[in-house]
């Protein structure tokens, strides 16, 4: 199978129900958005993180996928009969353990975060904005368009990327610097 179809030169894309949209389709701009925050986590991943976290980006990186599938496919044709083409209630559940965990081992938080630090921390807290702006795009879209579950999982995700931001920064010994 050739990388290159020819299909899109003319400025659209196909859905997977067979739609033909426009690549500046506002469903196309949602799952681009999921895309990039999949291949910054790799970023991050690449760049080295504690194991324990990289393990937790691994997963999210498969999730990610199924959030775009769940954006891709408007019929929902694909979600209905692949389990993995979409995120649920366990999934969420799972973010927000690996954010309880992350959160017992950090101080609370008094004051706004300024996002930087080391260099893992500095690229979740990117990930984070990038998260939100997925979120935003995907809200967009309309609760009819996008399973609830698909929305919360999004939006749990970026409190995650946030603490696993800070949590990065103990492990490297970098405190994170307060806004006052």
Same mark, same amino acid.
């Given at each position: 199978m050739k990388i290159y179809t020819r299909?899109?030169?003319?400025?659209?894309?196909?859905?997977?129900?067979?739609t033909r949209v426009s690549k500046a389709d506002p469903r196309v701009d949602a799952y681009g958005h999921v895309d990039e925050?999949?291949?910054?986590l790799g970023q991050v991943r690449a760049a080295?993180?504690?194991?324990?976290?990289? $393990?937790?980006?691994?997963r999210i990186q498969r999730d990610l996928f199924a959030v775009g599938a769940v954006l891709a496919d408007p019929s929902s044709r694909i979600a209905a009969r692949v389990a993995r083409a979409r995120v649920s209630a366990v999934d969420i559940e799972r973010l927000e353990q690996s954010i309880d965990t992350a959160?017992?081992?950090?101080?609370?938080?008094?004051?706004?975060?300024v996002p930087g630090g080391s260099p893992g921390a500095a690229a979740l807290h990117l990930a984070r904005t990038v998260c939100r702006r997925a979120e935003r795009h995907i809200v967009s879209l309309g609760s009819e368009a996008v399973?609830? $579950?698909?929305?919360t999982y999004i939006n749990r995700l970026s409190d995650l990327l946030f603490v696993l931001a800070r949590l990065a920064n103990?492990?490297?010994?970098?405190?994170?610097?307060?806004?006052e």
């Open positions: 299909t899109g030169d003319g400025g659209e894309t196909a859905l997977f129900d067979g925050l999949n291949a910054l080295g993180v504690p194991a324990d976290i990289d $393990e937790t980006l691994d959160e017992a081992e950090l101080q609370p938080l008094r004051r706004f975060v399973p609830a $579950e698909t929305v103990r492990r490297a010994n970098v405190p994170d610097r307060e806004w």
